[in-house]
């Protein structure tokens, strides 16, 4: 074989690294990220030198929770994107302690012991109870030397006292041992909660027209991180708007921190697919024609589909790239109205460490103006619940959320709010106004029941007292109720409601009541049930 000569070997080394691309590793950071509700878009980037032609750039450090199908990398003038890759870094991947798998042995050793002691104990506590039932002295003869019982006696109180004395000592050494093992498996906990995790990289190939400095920006998708909306509602008096303030609480534990980024908030699932339910035909079969149990179709969405409905297919998360309208509300966000999701895009950067404990994030303050007034249902509570109607409320891309209450500065309890309703108005609830006072009470000398024929009569009779002590005007709307029957047997008339609006559909019987300042007002509520003598009425 001939060896190769020095000048023709150095030609190789130059021109090998042309061929085979230049590795390069970035120093990263994280520039941006967009959160949805499930999941998030993080945005990475760095400054490297390209030298001219193929090269290899490695960004490390990367989470090991990344969707592969979502890395993207963006392109330059100077140069060519020809693949973008994911892979467990197996050169950066942790060392564990030593002396953990020791930890583990000695927990295991620990754990038999205590099962060794439990065991010994139980079984001196059976040979206690074993010589406690047979204390009697018998024996073969009448009478027992005085020598002999002395010896029983001695043999008795020797052997109870050793055995009462290894119980306690071995009930103290399991002591040390519980003691010992919540010490080691703490320990384990603490090292499982924070050990190292396995470390990822994105391997981006370029094809370069020249050497030269760029700045290289990479994208993907982690699922390790998530957002949920959340309220406070503020209201100094009946008489002020609402102020809405709307949060976000961010978490996320992709083991890299987001230190001073730019955050946008979604309300997009990536994780949920893409692809509209396509319909199969319907088809109607009689029941006789299979029998019981030998129905081939399957019910889906309340109704039986054949056997031929599919399943329908999800796809991965597509970003929506129509725009309707962009506004500013508030001067911590700006909202972004896609065409299928809203984001808030945060004016200020945050921190978001990698520890999954949620990060209070402000987003808008927005004042709203509302129509007050007091609801109560006092069959059921005879407290007064204050609400504000907000009408126009579509315009502030509001998700579904819990809401904290502050009226005339006080905390008064959690409300939910809920945008996804169909009416025009949207109904906050502003906690109980205890300035309201309510008293629901039966008539007693109303309440009767009274046999004609074969009939009989009960009568029902309930009193409503309501007080405004408040120094304004109060708006009450007060809701109670009449029995309904579908049994042509059973008759039920009203015989006095105050006033109140019945609707013979749903026999609610409503009332709206004005009440000035200290005033109070009654509301008589009674109705008669008329069905047959000898057939019990139920829920009367």
């Known amino acids: 074989m001939k060896i190769a000569s020095p000048f023709l070997m150095a030609v190789l080394f130059a021109i090998t690294p042309y061929f085979i691309g230049a ?48 890395l993207q990398a963006a392109g330059g003038d100077n140069y060519v994107i020809t693949s973008v890759s994911f892979q467990i870094d197996r050169d950066a991947q942790a060392q564990y302690p030593a002396n953990i798998e020791a930890k583990r042995d000695s927990l295991d050793d620990a754990q038999f012991d205590q099962r060794a002691k439990a065991a010994l104990r139980e079984t ?82 370029l094809d370069a027209k020249k050497a030269g400095s760029v700045k290289l920006e990479v994208s993907y998708y982690v699922t390790q991180a998530g957002w949920v909306p959340t309220y406070d509602l503020r209201s100094k008096n009946t008489d002020s708007p609402v102020e809405l303030t709307f949060r976000a609480k961010v978490r996320q534990s992709t083991d890299n921190d987001w230190d001073n980024v730019k955050l946008n908030l979604s309300s997009g699932n990536p994780s949920i697919g893409g692809n509209p ?3 199969s035909p319907w088809y109607l079969y009689l029941q006789e024609a299979y029998g019981q149990g030998r129905n081939r179709m399957s ?47 945060l004016t200020v950067p945050y921190d978001i460490p990698s520890s999954n404990q949620f990060q209070e994030v402000q987003m808008q303050t927005i004042s709203l103006s509302a129509d007050y007034r007091h609801f109560a249902v006092p069959k059921l509570n005879t407290d007064a619940y204050l609400t504000a109607d907000v009408v126009n409320w579509q315009q502030y891309s509001l998700l579904p959320g819990e809401a904290s209450i502050y009226f005339e500065g006080d905390y008064v309890g959690t409300s939910y709010i809920d945008p996804y309703q169909t009416t025009d108005t949207l109904q906050l609830s502003m906690g109980r106004d205890p300035g309201v006072i309510i008293d629901h009470e039966q008539i007693k ?44 047997d059973i008759t039920i008339e009203a015989t006095e409601l105050s006033g109140g609006q019945h609707d013979l559909e749903t026999g609610k019987v409503t ?30």
Not at 311 to 318: C, M, N
Not at 518 to 528: R, W
Request: contains cysteine; charged residues 30%; negative net charge.
């Open 23 to 70: 590795q390069t590793n970035v120093n990263s950071k994280i520039d941006e990220v967009t959160v949805y509700l499930e999941g998030a878009v993080v945005e990475r980037s760095g400054t490297v030198n390209l030298k001219a032609g193929p090269n290899e750039l490695r960004f490390s450090g990367i989470t090991q929770y990344i969707y592969p199908n979502s």
């Open 124 to 205: 001196f506590h059976e040979e206690l109870m074993l010589l406690q039932q047979n204390r009697s002295i018998n024996g073969n003869q009448n009478v027992l030397l005085v020598e002999d019982i002395e010896e029983m006696a001695d043999f008795y109180r020797e052997r109870i006292k050793e055995i009462k004395y290894k119980i306690l000592e071995l009930e103290d050494e399991e002591q040390d041992l519980v003691m010992l093992i919540s010490r080691l498996q703490r320990e384990l906990q603490d090292f499982n909660a924070n050990r190292p995790r396995n470390v990822g990289e994105i391997i981006v190939k």
């Open 277 to 279: 339910p396509a319909l």
């Open 299 to 345: 019910k889906r969405n309340g109704y039986y589909m054949g056997n031929g409905a599919d399943e329908y297919s999800e796809d991965k998360y597509k970003e929506e790239i129509s725009s309707t309208y962009a506004s500013e509300l508030g001067n911590m966000a700006m909202v972004n109205e896609r065409l299928i999701s809203t984001e808030f895009n």
């Open 445 to 488: 000398e109303f309440c009767k029941t009274s046999t004609f024929g074969g009939r009989k009569t009960t009568t029902k009779a309930h009193k409503i007292t309501v007080m405004n002590t408040r120094p304004t005007p109060v708006t009450l709307r007060l809701e109670d109720q009449l029995p309904l029957t579908t049994d042509e």
């Open 511 to 540: 009332w709206d009541l004005e009440l000035a300042p200290g005033e109070s007002k009654e509301i008589i509520i009674s109705f008669t049930v008329k069905y047959p003598r000898k057939k019990p009425i139920a829920n009367l």
